[in-house]
């Protein structure tokens, strides 16, 4: 007795899945030209098609928030990479590009847990080590409030313009 309906349902999922796979093949195409706009619209696209708990789905997730990363929109990318660990907790380019991010935005708490989390799932990268060490300095120098960082280079505008 052949199953029609298992056949049918397999079939569909083929179906989105190579649908899939082509948005991400144009998405990853438009992120190489640094058309990001296109880009974002490609993987989210490619996102719609995907199964759900899936590496693929966290990847596309992750590859918009590279998207995001080259734009400077860290908000967005933090969102993103969190989609993308919804979808796979353990997805080491999600927790990265979290993580910087976070460093952008100088959350440095966040950026260390990420790649500490990042460490964990890949114990053996000297990469993810240097950056965490990396990270954690950053977050241990004492920085200035941003309102006298604001004063300061005020007053230093202030100074080299009655010298030169």
Not at 71 to 99: G, H, T
Not at 130 to 150: G, I, V
Not at 158 to 164: K, L, M, N, T, Y
């Amino acid at each position: 007795m052949v199953n029609h309906k298992g056949d049918a349902a397999h079939n569909e999922i083929n179906s989105f899945a190579s649908k899939a796979a082509k948005y991400k093949r144009e998405g990853d195409a438009h992120f190489g030209k640094r058309n990001m706009r296109e880009a974002l619209t490609s993987y989210g696209k490619a996102i719609e098609m995907s199964l759900t708990g899936t590496e693929e789905k966290a990847a596309l997730y992750s590859n918009r928030a590279a998207c995001y990363l080259m734009q400077n929109m860290y908000r967005a990318a933090v969102q993103e990479c969190s989609q993308a660990l919804n979808e796979a907790p353990d997805f080491k380019p999600a927790l990265l590009r979290r993580a910087r991010a976070y460093e952008q935005m100088q959350q440095y708490d966040r950026a260390v847990s990420d790649l500490e989390a990042a460490a964990k799932a890949d114990p053996g990268s000297d990469d993810v080590r240097k950056k965490l060490q990396a990270t954690r300095a950053a977050r241990d120098t004492p920085r200035l409030p941003a309102r006298r960082r604001s004063e300061e280079r005020r007053v230093g505008k202030e100074c080299r313009s009655r010298w030169s």
